[in-house]
């Protein structure tokens, strides 16, 4: 189980005790349970309740709570967040925002407490917006952009495949954002359950694109997931010899040094601090040597 790292998020319905006790014992980094999407209105209030409930009664380890609201646009969102506050939630995560204002509605709610806010990116409006979004990261509770590619996908009117050439812009631009502002990102579900290689090919990319981890809707896709995030034994190999070569007591005061025949500088340094960090916290990476 990882500490610190946000690689495997799974959502499963807060209506469903069922699987939020086996979501005790998996080895997801965060578990986000759904009030929105995956219940049905008549449950809208019985799943607060179990959201509620479920933090109270604990037990996840070092597995990260999330709770998905439902939008202040709706009947339930105010009621929702009033309860999980008051509840204890570490972290909501807000559904389909616009714009600023939209998220400044969310962060209003919160003013008064620790609670994070994660919101999900999953309009085409929010995608033109994440720039003034993201800047509200500065002053508020903002923390974590996620992707919501498959409402992306029917507002577009674009295929979503396992490539999804369609995405690539929106998908290097949230993390772009994220990163200028300092806030956490989340790539958007693989719905195929079935198709493994489908899956790894994915995530594949969502790595390749620099995100923080990945959205996901069944416990089997938790461990390949985990394991496309690790840090292979090339990459922990280069870092090692990179943290070594600048520890040196020659090259200490230096910017940049030759390593391996290529100029290696102290931004490497810093990538290969984190990459050696992420394989500490990882039990998919080959031990450190």
């Known amino acids: 189980m990882s500490i610190g790292l946000h690689r495997s998020l799974l959502f499963l319905p807060a209506s469903n005790p069922k699987a939020i006790a086996k979501a005790r014992t998996l080895p997801a980094d965060v578990v986000i349970l759904d009030l929105e999407d995956a219940v049905a209105p008549d449950s809208k209030v019985e799943a607060r309740a179990a959201a509620v409930a479920a933090i109270s009664e604990g037990g996840f380890g070092t597995r990260k709570l999330v709770v998905r609201v439902n939008g202040l646009d709706t009947e339930w969102g105010r009621d929702d967040i009033a309860a999980l506050v008051a509840g204890g939630v570490d972290t909501i995560l807000a559904p389909k925002v616009n714009n600023a204002k939209d998220v400044t509605d969310y962060t209003q709610y919160l003013s008064e407490s620790d609670v994070n806010l994660w919101i999900m990116i999953e309009t085409p409006l929010s995608i033109l917006k994440l720039d003034e979004i993201g800047a509200l990261a500065a002053h508020g509770s903002l923390r974590a952009f996620v992707l919501g590619t498959n409402d992306l996908a029917k507002d577009l009117g674009a295929r979503l495949d396992t490539a ?15 990163r200028a502002y300092g806030l956490l990102v989340f790539d958007g579900v693989f719905n195929d359950i079935d198709d493994e290689e489908g899956l790894q090919a994915q995530l594949d990319q969502t790595v390749s694109f620099g995100f923080d981890g990945k959205s996901l809707i069944h416990p089997r896709q938790i461990d390949p997931c985990n394991a496309a995030f690790a840090p292979d034994t090339a990459a922990i190999a280069w870092a090692n010899r990179v943290v070594a070569a600048f520890s040196e007591p020659e090259n200490k005061g230096k910017g940049a040094i030759r390593l391996d025949g290529k100029m290696v500088e102290r931004l490497h340094l810093v990538q290969a601090e984190g990459i050696l960090a992420r394989a500490q916290v990882s039990p998919d990476t080959a031990q450190i040597t």
Do not use: C
Request: charged share 5%; net charge positive.
């Open 164 to 178: 999804r050439l369609p995405f690539l812009g929106f998908l290097s631009f949230a993390v772009a954002a994220a």
